[in-house]
C-alpha cells in the first residue's frame, strides 16, 4: 500500500502508528519490564492485560540493556546537579496497522495513575528539509562568506581545529545516506541501523555540508576533517525508532561531543511539524545527553509554525519561553532563513522564542541530488538544498569548529550549556531583518567573533577532553 510520508513529501512508505508508554517511576517493572508482562501471577500483569487485550508491550529501547542506560544516568547524575532523570526502563510502545485502534488505546491510557505519559506517533515522518527554494546560487558556497552574509567558516580554517581536525567527534542521526559518494565518506557503528534508500541524498546532503572533503566539484563542508558518524532512524530490527537512535548515539559520544538530530516530530492532534523534542521519550533523551555533556543540535522543524503557540495533548506550553510549562532539554534549536541580506524566515520554517539561532535555510551547496534521487550515482551534488535540515547542518559545523579550536588550543571543551550560549548571542552572531523580538528566529553565528573572542583566553567553563562514558 503506498502511502504519504508525514511531513512534506511523498514516498511509497507504509505509515506505522505507534503508541509510546511511559510507566510511572515508582513502577520497578523487573529487569526491564520482561517480568511484568509475562508473569501471570503479577497483579500489574493482570491490569494490564485487562487494559491492553492482545497487544504486543515491546521495549522502546533495543540498543543497550538496563544496565548500561542506568549507568548513564548515573553518569549523568554526577555530573549535572540539576539533572532530575526519569526512569528510562519503563518506556514501553505498541505497534498498530491502523490509527483507529491506537487512538483508542491511547485514550483508556491517558490519565492513568500508573501511566506518566502516552502519546502516539505517526511514522515514518520525513527529515526537516524544504522541498522547494528559490532559485539556484550560480556561484560557491556562500554560507562560508564572511558576516552578515554567511558564518565566515573561511576564516575558521585559518586556526588548528578550525576545519575539524582533532579529537571532537559527532554522529549525526538520519535515515539513509550514499555509502560510496566520492567527497563524502560516512563512518558507521556497530549500531548505525538501516540504511534506507529512500533518503540516501538527504543524509549525503546533511554530511556534505559539515565534512564534504573539496574536490574542486562540488566544494567543501565547514569542517572537513571532522571526526563523523551516522545513526539511523531504522534500526536493526526494522522499525522506525528515534528514540533508541538516539540512545545508542549517546553511548558513543564524550564530554563535548556534538549530536545533530536530522529529524522532526509530526504532532497527531495539531497536524505540524515540530521540533522532534515534543515526544516525551525524545526529551528525556535529549536531556539525558546535555546532562552527560553532549552537545545537541535540532531543527526547529518546518511548517511555519510558532512554537510558543503550541501546547502539548494536556494543554501545556512546553516550548514558549515564558510559560510555566516551559521544559528545557538544553538542545541548540535551529531555525532557517533566507541567503539573501537582510536575512528573514524561510516561510516553511518554525520560529518562536524556543529558537537559538538560525542559519541558511535555501541555496546551500552540497553533495547529493537532494530533492531528487542519485539513484546508483555516486557523483552527484546540488545546489538546493534547503529547510532547517540545512540550517541545523551548517550550526553543527560551527559548532564542530568552535568546539575544534577550543580544544586544540587549551585542551578544554565547551559545555552544552556554554555552547548554546555561543550560538546564540546577539553579540557574536548576525541579526534577522527584523531581529529576534520580532522574527523568533535568533542570531546567526559569526565566526570570526566567536574565535576572536575565544582565542583571548581559556574560560573557566571549559573542561578537560576525556571521555569516559564507556
Given amino acids: 500500500m503506498k502511502s504519504t510520508i508525514i511531513g512534506n513529501k511523498s514516498n511509497d512508505l507504509n505509515l506505522t502508528y505507534r503508541i509510546v508508554i511511559k510507566f510511572a517511576d515508582h513502577l520497578h517493572l523487573t529487569n526491564g519490564g520482561d517480568y511484568v508482562f509475562s508473569n501471570t501471577n503479577s497483579s500489574q500483569h493482570t491490569d494490564l492485560n485487562k487494559l491492553l487485550p492482545g497487544f504486543c508491550i515491546q521495549k522502546l529501547f533495543t540498543s543497550i540493556g538496563p544496565e548500561q542506560i542506568i549507568e548513564l544516568v548515573f553518569k549523568a547524575n554526577a555530573r549535572d546537579e540539576n539533572y532530575k532523570p526519569p526512569n528510562f526502563l519503563n518506556y514501553y510502545v505498541i505497534d498498530f496497522a491502523t490509527k483507529t485502534e491506537g487512538q483508542h488505546v491511547l485514550e483508556s491510557l491517558v490519565g492513568l495513575e500508573t501511566v506518566d505519559a502516552a502519546y502516539m506517533e505517526i511514522n515514518p515522518v520525513f527529515p526537516p528539509s524544504a522541498e522547494k527554494t528559490r532559485s539556484a546560487c550560480s556561484i560557491g558556497q556562500n554560507h562560508f562568506d564572511a558576516a552578515p552574509s554567511g558564518i565566515d567558516a573561511t576564516y575558521a580554517c585559518k586556526f588548528k581545529g578550525g576545519d575539524g581536525a582533532g579529537n571532537v567527534k559527532f554522529i549525526d542521526i538520519e535515515q539513509g545516506w550514499i555509502e560510496n559518494h566520492e567527497n563524502v565518506f560516512v563512518n558507521t557503528l556497530t549500531s548505525s541501523g538501516i540504511n534506507h534508500s529512500s533518503f ?196 553543527t559545523g560551527t559548532a564542530i569548529s568552535i568546539q575544534s579550536i577550543s580544544e586544540a588550543n587549551y585542551n578544554r571543551r565547551l559545555s552544552p550549556a556554554e555552547m548554546r550560549k555561543i550560538l546564540s548571542s546577539e553579540f557574536f552572531g548576525t541579526h534577522s531583518v527584523n531581529g529576534h523580538a520580532v522574527d523568533k528566529i535568533g542570531f546567526m553565528p559569526d565566526l570570526k567573533k566567536i574565535i576572536n573572542h575565544l582565542l583571548q583566553g581559556p574560560p573557566s567553563y571549559q573542561r578537560k577532553s576525556v571521555c569516559n562514558l564507556t
Avoid at 510559560?323 to 538542545?331: K, L, N, Q, T
Fill in 200 to 395: 540516501r541524498d538527504h543524509g549525503t546532503a546533511v554530511l556534505g555540508i559539515i565534512k564534504m572533503k573539496d574536490n574542486e566539484v562540488g566544494g567543501a563542508g565547514i569542517t572537513p576533517n571532522a571526526n563523523g558518524y551516522i545513526i539511523s532512524q531504522w534500526r536493526p530490527d526494522g522499525k522506525f525508532n528515534t528514540a533508541d537512535a538516539m540512545l545508542a548515539a549517546i553511548t558513543n559520544l564524550c564530554f563535548g561531543d556534538i549530536l545533530l538530530l536530522q529529524t522532526q516530530a509530526y504532532d497527531a492532534t495539531s497536524k505540524k511539524s515540530c521540533p522532534v523534542e515534543i515526544y516525551n521519550a525524545n526529551f528525556d533523551l535529549i536531556r539525558l545527553a546535555t546532562a552527560l555533556g553532549i552537545i545537541v543540535i535540532e531543527p526547529g522543524g518546518n511548517g511555519n509554525n510558532d512554537l510558543d503557540a503550541f501546547t502539548s495533548t494536556n494543554g501545556k506550553a512546553l516550548l514558549n519561553r515564558l510559560s510555566a510549562d516551559f521544559r528545557d532539554s538544553g538542545a541548540v534549536i535551529v531555525a532557517a532563513a533566507t541567503s539573501a541580506v537582510p536575512h528573514k524566515k524561510i516561510s516553511s520554517s518554525n520560529y518562536g522564542s524556543r529558537i537559538d539561532c538560525y542559519a541558511w535555510g535555501e541555496n546551500v551547496n552540497t553533495a547529493g541530488a537532494f530533492p531528487n534521487s542519485s539513484g546508483a550515482a555516486i557523483n552527484t551534488y546540488t545546489k538546493k538544498f534547503s529547510g532547517t535540515s540545512s540550517a541545523s547542518a551548517i550550526i
